[in-house]
């Protein structure tokens, strides 16, 4: 702290004005470099902790201490499936929400909400950590990525992700007049299912429609399925969320792309038996 004494002392010709000025101007920098606080419950009561030492934790359920993680999905495009590969490329957003407790707000948010990054939120709030469990390798990238809090606690996640997903089942017995069944899975990579649960958002309406599905693409949509489930792997139990979509074939497609060439090729190659022979071949 400033000490107006030992200013005097070394310097004798300092006046008094100059001592306040000092004092003013040191009191300014603590107010400038002061970082925020957050307050926290413990068992002896509210203290304050540094925002950057500590994270917002989920509201967890107080029956079994499990955070509650509402989910949906919506597929923005079909980027192609490869039978050869079992490999089913999407672009999707992903929607997830949860509470926090309101003691963790830093000071009363009179915005509609606030934005976080990404890299602020991994360092200030709790995340489920969400992810294509059934990926193949390097098959995940983040697009868009943005974080709301709201006054009352709640945070939204949106992302939006493009991703290869591994598909083992493929029956091509009936192809081309074959259904096929895909599947994609999320699951916290860090979370076991005792302590984050998912349930499917309320406000799900559609996850995919046939607009997703281009004509090119050589499908149509016969129906779709949102899940949550407990399942174990392993040694870990995880809580899931499964996205079912069922697609049809276009056979009509498969026809007129690959058997009609292939029938007039082998006709073109018939018909030149067909032809007269050459004098000097006769």
């Known amino acids: 702290m400033w000490n107006c004494a030992s200013s005097r002392t070394q310097a004798t010709r300092l006046s ?11 009191s300014g920098y603590r107010h400038t470099h002061s970082t925020s606080l957050v307050s926290f419950p ?21 029956t079994n201490d499990t955070c509650i993680v509402s989910v949906a999905v919506e597929v923005k495009k079909w980027l192609g499936y490869s039978v050869l590969q079992r490999v089913l490329n999407l672009n999707f957003f992903l929607y997830a ?25 991994e360092e200030r709030i709790w995340l489920p950590d969400l992810e294509v469990t059934n990926r193949v390798l390097g098959g ?12 009352n606690g709640k945070c939204e996640l949106l992302k939006q992700i493009i991703a290869s997903v591994w598909q ?80 049809r074939r ?9 058997v009609v060439p292939d029938v007039l090729v082998l006709v073109i190659a018939w018909t030149v038996a067909l032809f007269p022979a050459s004098p000097q071949f006769s």
């Open 16 to 26: 008094s004005t100059t001592c306040l000025l000092g004092i003013l101007a040191f």
């Open 42 to 62: 413990n068992a002896t009561g509210t203290h304050s902790r540094n925002l950057k030492d500590t994270k917002m934790q989920c509201d967890t359920n107080d």
């Open 97 to 121: 929400s949860w509470m926090i407790p309101l003691t963790a707000v830093i000071e009363p948010i009179l915005e509609p909400f606030v934005s976080f990054d990404q890299k602020t939120a």
């Open 140 to 151: 995940t990238e983040t697009v868009s990525w943005e974080l709301r809090l709201f006054p």
């Open 168 to 247: 083992p089942s493929v029956d091509i017995d009936q192809y081309p007049f074959d259904t096929q069944e895909m599947k994609l899975r999320l699951a916290s990579s860090r979370e076991r299912s005792d302590r984050l649960e998912l349930k499917i958002h309320q406000g799900t309406v559609r996850a995919i429609t046939s607009d997703q599905l281009l004509p090119a693409a050589g499908f149509s949509l016969v129906k779709w399925n949102l899940t949550a489930e407990d399942v174990s792997d392993a040694l870990v139990n995880k809580s899931r969320v499964l996205l079912t979509i069922r697609v």
């Open 250 to 258: 276009i056979s009509g497609r498969v026809i007129e792309s690959r």
